[in-house]
């Protein structure tokens, strides 16, 4: 009787736990719809200030705003434009960093895998996942100047030159019919004089828009990008394409302001730094002008492939741009794209912060290929002078306390680096004790890939890679071996890996991964396909000899200004990585308190210090948009780094050393290969000679995947993506046997 009483008992204290956790995931499943529909509305919003401003309904709401505003005594007329323009992008950040969170700790429990026969889910359910999948992963411009354009892509693009247009309509059709209305006094401007006045404008007008766009994508960690599922590699090319837009705007204006000063005989106009009664000086605008074309003309793709260096180094430029630009138009107008400055602002400070290491502990080797293995701590910084994008190769489900990188020898810095490590490996029976090639120690940021396993959802995967652009495949497989050793239900069940290389030593890159090692039932639930395509082999180097070797580099990388030494020093920086996904809460924080100490930074300068061009007593306008400077970097650098020492203690003693054991990675030059289960090399079908025949390969997924969603992973050169995004064109709208979702994975900047 009393063990009946106790199982009833302990059923119903089960059914409570229950419950409570039901009623806990209702709750934040509630919230984040909230979220996101908050979010939704912000970002509407803001656009529809936007498209508002240039009508009357947008100026009577402005006046509205500017005396609410300039009521406060605090604040001035001059933070109009931040409430209006600044803070829904802020808020937006902020919404969804929130909804990060609590997607992180609350995922959904149904499963992320597309399942066209699942008979559980509505049709309407299939059809709609079905839909918005194909939204993102459809390709439907393939060949065009921007590259291969899926749906979301034409609307975004769609949706900013919507704006820009409409935006310069409402103001171009009164502006024109007021000066066609209007009586031509003699002497003074003729009517395409003043058309041609207010068409510069009207472009300068135009320009904040663009550039508050502008800097959303390049932040590293930007929570809006996150919020859409856009990894950084894919942000990259919005940040051109709203460069390329911006630039145009702007040497538009300038050009239509310069023929204006020419036909009125005023050409030292362009070069004064006098402010006019609307709080517009030209000279800052010239040099912030000449500094974006320079940054526009090296980051053109010509130059930006062979002279790498060059595009980095004159993209640091944007410091000048920003500030001439601020002192161009005045610290109210900066309100205007403030919103996506001042998260980028922020984002750059954490990262750093985050950079304020090197690190040491570095392994390399150099494999038959010529490619160059690094193995680095896992904590990660930035290099202060070159920043070179690299893929990983390693998962983050194995155990392993260091992250694989392949470097394929291209430029100067690469080879450089496999140069240095050949000698190195040559030369190492000289002495016991290694120097270490690198001119500076290794720094490392990131990783910005895509925050979801998104290649989860489909249970069939084609990865398609050329050269090099295995490395993210690599880490793919490492993840789904892990998955499947972990009897992972929604691991995806049948790959297969298409792989065009030059040369056959470059399937040495596949040597290290032995399926059978990470998970020995493999083969029950997991089809694995490898076919590699060799289309000539013409190597120029034979590296084969150094295969087997691998340097190790602990205390000799170190600096003489280094206060660690010895043989156990192992250095990586602080374990506080502020700007990844793991950090949401920190990141609100952040910016909370930055935005808080700006404006109360803006609000003491405003109330205190006089800045008022018509008193005598007053400060130039310049000197006001300096204190604008100052407010911005004291919110951010004191005000947000002070909430970042306090939310984590351990940064002040983030120097802390590693001992040999915990960082550094054992050498191992003699291995007993035979032993080893056999390696994805081993399992590889290779072809010699033609390129694959790509139509004949998505035919027999077509009919082999047929009813199922299927997700190709494309890495590798342009011709390639464009190639696969064809094929998974046509095969979707040609026979509709199988749904090919389309994912490029490759970095180009």
């Keep these: 009787m009393m063990s009946s009483r106790l199982v009833k008992l302990l059923h119903f204290d089960d059914s409570l736990g229950r419950n409570h ?10 919230c984040k719809s909230c979220l996101k529909v908050a979010s939704w509305a912000v970002a509407l919003w803001w656009l529809t200030v936007w498209l508002l401003y240039p009508t009357n309904v947008g100026n009577v709401f402005k006046e509205d705003v500017s005396i609410q505003v300039g009521n406060s005594g605090f604040f001035g007329t001059s933070a109009t434009y931040y409430v209006m323009y600044t803070c829904p992008v802020i808020a937006l950040a902020i919404f969804a960093l929130l909804y990060l969170e609590l997607t992180k700790r609350f995922p959904d429990t149904k499963a992320c895998r597309e399942e066209t026969d699942d008979r559980k889910s509505s049709q309407l359910q299939r059809v709609w996942v079905t839909f918005a999948r194909c939204v993102w992963t459809q390709p439907l411009v393939v060949r065009s100047p921007l590259g291969i354009l899926t749906a979301i892509d034409l609307l975004g693009i769609g949706l900013v030159l919507f704006v820009v247009v409409c935006f310069t309509t409402n103001l171009t059709v009164p502006w024109f019919d007021s000066i066609n209305h209007g009586e031509e006094i003699p002497g003074l401007e003729k009517r395409w004089q003043a058309k041609l006045d207010k068409s510069g404008e009207l472009f300068g007008k135009v320009i904040p828009f663009a550039m508050t766009l502008l800097f959303v994508p390049i932040t590293r960690g930007s929570p809006i990008m996150r919020l859409i599922h856009v990894p950084f590699e894919h942000a990259v090319r919005y940040h051109r394409w709203l460069g390329h837009l911006t630039m145009v705007l702007i040497a538009t204006h300038g050009v239509l302001y310069s023929i204006y000063y020419y036909s009125r005989h005023e050409m030292h106009m362009v070069v004064e730094w006098r402010y ?15 500094a974006g074309i320079l940054m526009w003309v090296t980051a053109l793709a010509p130059v930006r492939n062979r002279l790498f260096n060059l595009f980095h180094g004159t993209h640091q430029l944007y ?3 920003f500030a001439f630009y601020a002192w161009h138009v005045g610290k109210g107008n900066m309100g205007k794209c403030m919103g996506g400055v001042f998260l980028f602002f922020i984002d750059r400070f954490l990262r750093m912060l985050q950079s304020r290491r090197r690190l040491t502990g570095v392994s390399a080797r150099v ?3 010529g490619i160059v293995e690094l193995k680095i701590p896992i904590k990660q910084g930035i290099s202060r002078l070159e920043w070179h994008p690299f893929s990983a190769a390693s998962s983050s489900l194995n155990a392993s306390s260091t992250i694989s990188v392949y470097v394929k020898p291209l430029g100067d810095w690469t080879c450089s680096l496999q140069a240095a490590i050949v000698e ?3 030369t190492r029976s000289l002495g016991p004790k290694l120097e270490c090639p690198f001119p500076l120690k290794l720094h490392a940021e990131g990783p910005y890939g895509q925050e979801s396993n998104y290649f989860l959802r489909y249970k069939n995967l084609m990865l398609v890679a050329g050269g090099a652009g295995i490395t993210p495949f690599l880490a793919i497989l490492n993840d789904l071996l892990k998955r499947h050793q972990l009897k992972q239900q929604e691991a995806p069940v049948c790959v297969q890996v ?14 290290d991964i032995r399926p059978a090692q990470i998970c020995p039932s493999f083969t029950d639930g997991l089809t694995l396909e490898l076919e590699v395509f060799v289309t000539r082999d013409d190597a120029k180097n034979d590296f084969t000899q150094f295969n087997s070797k691998k340097l190790e580099f602990g205390d000799t990388c170190t600096d003489k200004q280094d206060a ?17 996904s793991s950090q949401n809460l920190l990141m609100v924080a952040i910016v909370l308190a930055s935005v808080a100490g700006f404006i109360l930074m803006s609000g003491l300068f405003n109330h205190y210090v006089n800045t008022s061009r018509t008193s005598a007593q007053g400060l130039p306008m310049a000197l006001d948009v300096f204190l604008f400077f100052l407010s911005t970097g004291v919110g951010i650098v004191v005000f947000g780094g002070g909430v970042l020492l306090l939310w984590n203690p351990a940064w002040n003693s983030s120097r802390t050393n590693l001992t040999a054991d915990d960082g550094r990675m054992d050498i191992k030059l003699n291995m007993d290969v035979e032993a080893q289960p056999a390696t994805l090399m081993d399992m590889c079908t290779i072809t010699k000679g033609p390129r694959p025949q790509f139509q004949e390969i998505f035919e027999n997924a077509a009919t082999r995947y047929r009813g199922e969603g299927t997700g190709v992973l494309v890495c590798g050169p342009n011709g390639l993506r464009e190639s696969v995004a064809l094929q998974c064109r046509a095969q979707n709208f040609k026979h509709r046997r199988a749904q090919f979702h389309f994912h490029s994975v490759s970095f180009d900047l």
């Design 367 to 369: 494999l038959p290929s």
């Design 498 to 511: 298409i792989w065009c290389v030059r040369s056959i030593s470059e399937l040495s890159t596949l040597r």
């Design 276 to 290: 006019s009664q609307e709080g517009i000086a030209n000279l800052p605008g010239v040099i912030a002008a000449m």
């Design 21 to 30: 956790e039901d009623d806990v995931m209702k709750l934040a499943r509630g």
């Design 564 to 580: 660690c030494k010895g043989d156990s020093c192992v250095k990586t920086i602080s374990c506080l990585t502020p700007i990844t």
């Design 319 to 321: 410091i000048v741009l």
């Design 424 to 426: 190195n490996l040559a």
